[in-house]
C-alpha cells in the first residue's frame, strides 16, 4: 500500500488586504499543510480524515484571521490544535459506532396484534365522541390546550374570557372525560392486590 500524498486543496481564500493576516495565513497554509496532513494521519489513520481536519482547521484560521494574536499560525500553535482536532475526530467517530452498535442490536418493535388495533381503534373512537359531546365551551379550551399546546394565557386571550374561567372549563373538561372514559381506564390497585416484599 502506497503512502498518501498530500497536496493541499485548489482551494484559495477570498482577496483581502495583508492587514487582516491574510498574507501570514496563506505563508503557514503552504508550509505547514502537508506536515499536519501527515502528522494527524498518524492520529486517525485515515488520509482523507485527516486532509478534513487540517483543512477544517485552517478555513477557521482563515475566518478569525482579523483576531489579535498572530501565534495562532505558528508551528507549535498549529501542531496542537490539529492533534486536538484529530481527537475531538476520534472521540465522535467512537461516539457514532457505539450508537451504530447500539441501535443494531435493539429489536424490531413488536407488530400490534389484531385486537389491539381493534382496541387502539375502539378508544380513539371513544375519546372523540366524548370529546364531541363536551360542552361547547368547554371543548374549545381542551382542544386549544390539549390539541394545539397553547398556555392558559393564551387560550384566555384568544377566547376573550379570563384566566380563571379557562382553568375552570379545562378542570370540567378533564372531570368529564374521566367519567366517560373510565371504562377504558384500568382498574386501581388496591392494598390487598399489591405484591409484598420481604428483606431476608
Keep these: 500500500m502506497s503512502e498518501p500524498s498530500f497536496r493541499p486543496r485548489s482551494w484559495t481564500p ?6 487582516t493576516g491574510a498574507a501570514a495565513w496563506e505563508a503557514a497554509f503552504a508550509t505547514c499543510y502537508v506536515e499536519l496532513c501527515e502528522y494527524v494521519l498518524r492520529l486517525v489513520g485515515s488520509a482523507e480524515a485527516a486532509e478534513d481536519v487540517v483543512h477544517d482547521l485552517f478555513l477557521q484560521l482563515w475566518d478569525t484571521r482579523g483576531a489579535p494574536g498572530q501565534g495562532r499560525l505558528s508551528r507549535p500553535y498549529l501542531f496542537v490544535a490539529a492533534r486536538n482536532r484529530a481527537l475531538k475526530y476520534l472521540r ?18 413488536l407488530v400490534d396484534s389484531p385486537e389491539d388495533e381493534c382496541l ?8 372523540q365522541r366524548a370529546i364531541a359531546e363536551l360542552p361547547s365551551r368547554c371543548r374549545e379550551v381542551f382542544v ?57
Design 144 to 200: 386549544l390546550r390539549r390539541r394545539d399546546a397553547l398556555p392558559y394565557d393564551q387560550i384566555a386571550a384568544r377566547l376573550g374570557v379570563s384566566l380563571g374561567t379557562v382553568k375552570s372549563q379545562m378542570w370540567r373538561a378533564t372531570v368529564r372525560l374521566k367519567e366517560r372514559l373510565m371504562p377504558f381506564l384500568a382498574p386501581p390497585v388496591s392494598a390487598k392486590d399489591r405484591p409484598t416484599y420481604h428483606l431476608f
Design 92 to 109: 465522535h467517530r467512537r461516539v457514532v459506532a457505539a450508537w451504530i452498535e447500539r441501535a443494531s442490536q435493539e429489536q424490531a418493535p
Design 120 to 127: 387502539r381503534r375502539e378508544l380513539d373512537d371513544a375519546v
Design 14 to 19: 477570498a482577496p483581502a488586504s495583508p492587514r
